[in-house]
């Protein structure tokens, strides 16, 4: 099973306009002879001030029409590689739950893949973080955000995979870790 393609439907809602004017306005700015940078850089100024968060919006329009002209597939970043991301609400406060994903990953693995290096951690207003990168080249990240005074939002996500095989297959690992915390 490979994720689902991006939603025009709400790309159009979004961006005002119908998706085949965006669609040509991709097209106008270079189509599948430039990149992914260049197509969201054409883009990116004609909702500036348009549409709230427009730089996101831009970003979903330009993978979505990678997909439609099979540039990519979904989950797939622009680089080749794929990421993928599961999240759960749990009880518990931010940085008790990331505490609490580290101590589950002190044996210095995941899913069977070693740890390459220390794992780090980190925090914003809004977020506490886990990252560290495996010995396969892919990186984790572990984000917890308070849902309210007693649930966290943790978001595992696994990037730099290789394959939309391994992207399931990780999506699979990363569900049942989620089970198990």
Known sequence: MVTKAMNTEAIEKALGE??????????????????????????????D????????WVQGAVVAYEQEIGRRVPGQRADGTFDVAVSRTVPGQRDDIIT????FIDEGALAG?????EARTSKTAKRSFWRADLEDGTKVEAAAEPKDDNRTLLVLTVSK???AERLEEWRSDLKELLQQL
């Open 113 to 117: 893949v070693a740890l390459d290096g």
């Open 100 to 103: 609490r994903f580290a101590f």
């Open 161 to 163: 995979l290789p394959s």
């Open 49 to 56: 001030g348009v549409v709230e968060k427009h730089g996101w």
């Open 18 to 47: 119908p998706w085949a004017d965006t669609r040509a306005r991709l097209e106008a700015a270079g189509g599948a002879s430039v990149s992914h940078k260049e197509l969201a850089d054409a883009l990116y100024p004609q909702f």
